[in-house]
Structures are given as structure tokens and as C-alpha cells.
């Protein structure tokens, strides 16, 4: 009982830092764009909100996918830090790890973002929303405040950033991740580098105003850091390839405490995704994590 009473004793007296400590205040709003490769960043005339966000951020047109250069295989490597040998997803549209993953947690997946965050952080509000349902196998869903699905989203273009609005503004998520679907189904459609193709990448960067003002509304637009990123490009209509059209996609950051017209020179890989935004919330990076996080975008650092 005594012991009872001293912890609670001393709950009381670290209240200040414990709450100091809290990521409630901090805010990382992912823009996921299946498909997106970074040959297309060039030429790409209508896309004013990204290219907004590359000249007051900080970005790299060289961030390399994991093979095969796919999605369920990218997608798991951007949320959960770690290599395909590693997290043992190994194809298209794995649900379950081909190969069983190195380590699994408690809810018995390979350690997501959305894990250590919630781990570390219980109180932190995240989101999960997509157009492709592949991705909500990889990401640990239990530990996820909210998980959306858009059905049907080609007859629905606009459902997801509409979820997007209303659950910023109504929750002010700490982590949040929006995965568009439409520029890959445009890469498969129509063909990768094609007037389709830029139609797509287009509409997804009106998506992005519309997610930036978002955060504006709700109030915490100033504590707020944005990542666009993919999880693959393409050429002709496919993608899965060893070609850098194919492995190497955009990784733009911009917001809060990040560098202004930086071009990131580091070697980046698809799973220094999950280290860098676990670097932003001051998160303990699992050991079975390869991914590092990309320091030099942070302000007064390298
Ligand atoms: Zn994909």
C-alpha cells in the first residue's frame, strides 16, 4: 500500500513532464500515392501544392523501393522500417508475411510506425485511410485509432480526401496516413508517362491542398509536418522491375521545424520512411528496424 501510495505520489509530482512529453501537440499527416514514380516530378506542370511543398521542405526524387519494385512489398516497408527479408512481405498484394517476419509484437505483426507509436504513446490519435485495402493487412491495424477503407473509390474520386477533411478536422490526428490509388491505376490503365498518368498525379495534388487547408481549419496547420511519398513508380503499364523508373519515388517533407528549399543528398530507402517519422515523435526505433531516419531535413541538424 505504501508503495501504492508513492507512485501515485510520484505520478503526481512528474505530472508536468509527463504531459511536457506528450505527443498531442505534434502533428504528421502522410500523403501515400501508389505509383507516383519520380521521373514524373519534371514534368509535371499541375501539381502547384506539391511543388509548393518541395521549394519550403525538403525533399528527394531518389528514394529507392525494396524488390520487387511493388506495392504490399513497399507499402509494409514505408510503415514498418524494415527490409522485405526482414518483415517477410514478399509480393504484390501480400496480406500475410510469405516469409515469417523476424519479430512479431503482441498483436503479432511485424512492428509498424502505428505500433511504437501507440506503444509509446497511447494517447496519440493516428488514422490509417486508403483507397487500395491491400494496405490495412500491413500496418498493424489494432493499433490504429481509426482504419478506413473507401469502397469502390474509381466511381468515389473524391470519398478519401473528403474522410481526410472531416477526421482532421474533427479529431486533429497525430499521425495520419491518406494512400491515394488513383495515379497507379492510371500507370495500369493508360500507361506510366502518359497524359492520363499526369491527369492523375493532378487531381492527387489538388487532394493535397485540400488536406493542407484541412489542417489550417482545424487549427494545427503550425504543428504540422506533411510527407507525399510512394510506395513505387512504373513504366509502360506495370511496374514489379529492377529499372529506376520503376524503384525510385518522390519523398517530400514540409512543415514544422523542417528545412526550407533543402535537396536531401542521403541515400534514402523506402524504409527510412517509418525511422524518420519515429524521429519525429522522439520514438525509441525497434532493434529489428534497418530503416534510419533522414536527419539532415530537421532544422539545425545534418
Ligand atoms: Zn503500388
Known sequence: ??????????????????????????????????????????????????????????????????????????????????????????????????????????RGIFPTIYSILYEQHPEAETACMMEWDGIKYLVDSLAISRVEVVADYLNNLDKLTELAEDYIKEKRPNFAAFCYDGIDHAGHESGHDTPAYYDAIARADRYVGRIIQATKDAGIFENTIFIITSDHGGKEKGHGGKTLLEMETPFIIYGKGIKEGYQITDVMMQFDVAATIAEIFHLKRPQAWRGQPITSVFKGRR
Open 1 to 106: 500500500m505504501k508503495q501504492l501510495f508513492f507512485i501515485l505520489a510520484l505520478l503526481l509530482a512528474t505530472g508536468g513532464s509527463v504531459m511536457a512529453k506528450s505527443v498531442k501537440k505534434q502533428h504528421v499527416i502522410l500523403i501515400g500515392l501508389d505509383g507516383w514514380g519520380a521521373y514524373s516530378v519534371p514534368k509535371a506542370h499541375d501539381i502547384p501544392n506539391i511543388k509548393n511543398m518541395m521549394e519550403h521542405g525538403a525533399y528527394t526524387l531518389m528514394k529507392r523501393s525494396v524488390l520487387e519494385s511493388s506495392s504490399a512489398i513497399n507499402w509494409a516497408s514505408m510503415f514498418n522500417g524494415a527490409c522485405t527479408e526482414q518483415h517477410g512481405y514478399t509480393e504484390w498484394g501480400s496480406r500475410t508475411p510469405e516469409i515469417p517476419s523476424a519479430i512479431v509484437n503482441s
